[in-house]
């Protein structure tokens, strides 16, 4: 099956979900962003762990980007 370089709807929703637990929204928050009905929806569906090594290299990843030297 061929990759597809577009970003689908759904796909913007999962990276949303994932975002907002990145920056900690409470999860019924998030729910009311994704308009879904159940909770689970959000969290077992759209929201992936985020924990402390993907942080660390997320917040690395943004200095590198706010160098002057790169950007």
Avoid: N, W
Avoid at 24 to 37: D, F, G
Avoid at 42 to 70: F, K, N
């Amino acid at each position: 099956m061929p990759v597809s370089a577009g970003i689908t709807v759904r796909l913007a929703r999962h990276t949303c979900g994932t975002l907002l637990a990145f920056l900690k929204v409470h999860p019924k928050v998030a729910q009311a962003i994704l308009r879904h009905s159940r909770i689970s929806m959000t969290m077992d569906v759209y929201t992936h762990v985020v924990g402390d090594s993907e942080r660390e290299a997320v917040g690395m990843l943004a200095e590198l980007l706010e160098d002057p030297l790169i950007g």
